[in-house]
């Protein structure tokens, strides 16, 4: 099982990056699919979820700002995040959950990528 997050940067306050995560070796359509983000001296904090049902869920701090899809021919999990705030900078992680039921907690999660730097900065 591989989890491999790619689109991270630097971003101006206001702007908008998207991020990635490729994912193989599982039945894609069996697991829940998340980002998490981790700032420094910050516990990893929850930012957005999908479900092969079509459910999605986001973080209160990024409510309206990001945007989670995902692509079944390629496999791929999308973050689209716009109206970026500094507050936002921190390292994003993709990570996958065997079944259907939307856990928002890092503790439900078995695989992980490797994380993927985020800095939102004038």
């Known amino acids: 099982v591989q989890v491999v997050e790619s689109g991270g940067g630097l971003a101006q306050p206001g702007g908008s990056l998207r991020l990635s995560c490729a994912a193989s070796?599982?039945?894609?359509?069996?697991?829940?699919m998340a980002w998490f983000r981790q700032a420094p001296g910050k516990e990893r904090e929850f930012v957005a979820l999908?479900?092969?049902?079509?459910?999605?869920d986001y973080g209160n701090s990024v409510k309206g700002r990001f945007t989670i899809s995902r692509d079944r021919a390629e496999y791929t999990v999308s973050l689209q995040m716009n109206s970026l705030k500094p507050e936002d900078t921190a390292v994003y992680y993709c990570?996958?959950?065997?079944?259907?039921?939307?856990?928002?907690?890092?503790?439900?999660?078995?695989?992980w990528g490797q994380g993927t730097q985020v800095t939102v900065s004038p």
């Open positions: 990570a996958a959950k065997p079944g259907s039921i939307a856990y928002n907690t890092t503790r439900y999660y078995s695989y």
């Open positions: 070796g599982f039945v894609f359509s069996n697991y829940v």
């Open positions: 999908f479900t092969w049902s079509g459910v999605t």
